[in-house]
């Protein structure tokens, strides 16, 4: 059983940074593409980039290009979400995804696997 818990959300100044992680656990994720989506009240859940865990190949939504950076830690089996001059419009409850045999998937529907959220809230 995959089980993804997001930690690292909070409160931030219009221009700071957060760092948010993503523990996987339950599989050897060198074959799965592991995703940060975003959810604003109200709103839709948005796709914001995902990595292909084996190849490291990665995909953003244009909203985030150049200000946020997908990473992984094989030896942790950690996914991190680096957040750079964030803006208010980037508060939302984030979530981790995972999925197996996919290469850079964007849609929701493509995801088998979520984590609970983490809550960022960027006031300006």
């Known amino acids: 059983q995959v089980q993804l818990v997001e930690s690292g959300g909070g409160l931030v100044q219009a221009g700071g940074s957060l760092r948010l992680s993503c523990a996987a656990s339950?599989?050897?994720?060198?074959?799965?593409?592991m995703g940060w989506f975003r959810q604003a009240p109200g709103k839709a859940r948005d796709f914001v980039t995902v990595?292909?865990?084996?190849?490291?190949?990665?995909s953003y939504a244009e909203s985030v290009k150049g200000r946020f950076t997908i990473s992984r830690d094989n030896a942790k089996n950690t996914m991190y979400l680096q957040m750079n001059s964030l803006k208010p419009e980037d508060t939302a409850v984030y979530y981790c995804?995972?999925?197996?045999?996919?290469?850079?998937?964007?849609?929701?529907?493509?995801?088998?696997?979520w984590g609970q959220g983490t809550q960022v809230t960027v006031s300006s």
């Open positions: 339950g599989r050897t994720f060198s074959n799965y593409a």
């Open positions: 990595i292909n865990w084996g190849a490291g190949t990665t």
């Open positions: 995804a995972a999925v197996f045999g996919r290469w850079l998937p964007v849609g929701e529907n493509e995801y088998d696997y």
